[in-house]
């Protein structure tokens, strides 16, 4: 067989950067005695408890109350399953409930993952021959910039300063993309401990971002991946829940409040076109050309976990953030005793007061070159933060993710960080 053009490929795929988080992977298996602030998955005491084949069964007398006979609830697990999915209601219910979002069920569509959920939506909204752009934040998640390069859609930075995008700044981007005959069409936006920033965005500057995303056209495509760490009683009403002109499409995930291993999302699309079709049914039909339909005995797994607590995600999500705020703070303390102050002049930091990431900022390169030698002589890891910038942002900057980490690991972990960074 012949061998292939390297040239011959999608050009999406020979991006450097999709492969940044491959390169990390690979560096963490080659030193695996090193301490890793590199992935922000959940730690495996968050999902101990969890016996799929209990949660199942629970599922399974949900589907009996509801008048499913035992031949028709097999068929319901193991058969292909409806593309929209299975707990679209469950999921509508507990957004009604622990949010104050009321969707109808058919608004809401199951995906496997928030990853397919975004890729899906961006699909939708955007067509590259019409010119269309997405705008993301600058720094911001890289699974965001990753589906939109391989969906071949150009894309415009909105600047993340630490405290999320400003409406002004939007107002900008958009202005410069009108300029050269381009359309903003959506921005990919978590307003709540967001990767990798850890940035919160207030109040004031959620309805002032809502207000000119309404004034510009532009659509806003909430990640709540990271809502559920808030402090309790210091929680800032989400995007959808402020929205009032149907101008926010929210993606939320189970991979953090539930089990990552399911993989499973979801897409709130409450909006409908001026032909009279329902935004959530084209999301529909994307998601049957990537995947058919979200696994069913998945969503068994995961309805059996909403049903155990009360049919709430805020209630499924409580049960875990005490462990990740509890993570967060141990880091926050460990990097003042180990490196001093935050606001320090050749090393600082942010103090977030949920999610899984702290951003760093030192007086070297944060490479590469800087990665390997701190897994080789100091056996600690970390994110470069250029791997989330669209540009050259981000090269004296790191990211350190705590939430898969035990307490004791987190303070021996920046014992030897703060080695590297003063090295």
């Not at 989330?388 to 987190?410: T, V």
Request: glycine share 10%.
């Amino acid at each position: 067989m012949s061998r292939l053009a390297l040239a011959d490929l999608s050009a999406a795929v020979l991006d450097p950067r999709l492969g940044s988080m491959t390169f990390l992977n690979e560096i963490t298996a080659r030193y695996p005695g090193a301490i890793s602030f590199g992935p922000g998955a959940p730690h495996d005491e968050a999902f101990e408890a969890v016996d799929p084949a209990r949660l199942m069964a629970v599922f399974e007398r949900h589907l009996a109350g509801r008048g499913l006979e035992p031949g028709q609830i097999r068929r319901r697990l193991l058969q292909y399953g409806p593309t929209r999915g299975l707990l679209g209601e469950m999921i509508a219910a507990s957004l009604r409930t622990d949010e104050a979002i009321t969707v109808d069920p058919d608004q809401v569509v199951v995906t496997v993952g928030a990853q397919e959920a975004l890729v899906a939506v961006l699909r939708v909204l955007h067509d590259p021959a019409r010119g269309d752009v997405v705008a993301v934040t600058d720094p911001g998640y890289a699974g965001a910039h990753g589906a939109a390069r391989i969906l071949g859609l150009e894309m415009v930075g909105v600047p993340d300063d630490g405290r999320g995008p400003h409406a002004a700044a939007l107002r900008t981007v958009v202005t410069a993309a009108e300029r050269i005959g381009r359309r903003v069409r959506s921005l990919v936006v978590a307003p709540d401990f967001a990767n990798p920033t850890g940035a919160e965005m207030s109040l004031a500057a959620r309805l002032e971002l809502l207000a000119e995303a309404e004034r510009l056209g532009v659509l806003l495509l909430e990640d709540t991946t990271y809502r559920f760490t808030a402090p309790p009683g210091a929680e800032i009403a989400s995007l959808k829940a402020l929205d009032r002109t149907q101008q926010v499409v929210q993606i939320g995930t189970f991979a953090k409040i539930g089990v990552p291993g399911a993989r499973l999302g979801y897409v709130v699309a409450d909006q409908s076109t001026d032909a009279g079709t329902a935004l959530a049914d084209h999301v529909t039909t994307v998601k049957g050309v990537l995947t058919v339909n979200t696994s069913p005995i998945a969503q068994a797994v995961i309805g059996g976990l909403l049903l155990e607590h009360g049919g709430s995600m805020r209630r499924l999500g409580d049960r875990r953030a005490g462990l990740y705020r509890r993570n967060l703070r141990v880091l926050l303390e460990a990097l003042r005793r180990h490196l001093g102050d935050p606001h320090g002049e050749d090393v600082s930091w942010n103090e977030p007061a949920g999610g899984f990431f702290v951003r760093m900022s030192v007086n070297k390169p944060a490479d590469e070159k800087l990665l390997r030698r701190s897994a080789e002589d100091f056996g600690v890891l970390w994110t470069p933060m250029r791997y989330f910038s669209l540009g050259d942002g981000g090269n004296r900057q790191l990211r350190l993710a705590c939430s898969s980490l035990d307490p004791e690991q987190i303070d021996e972990g920046v014992s030897r960080l703060a080695k590297v960074v003063r090295d």
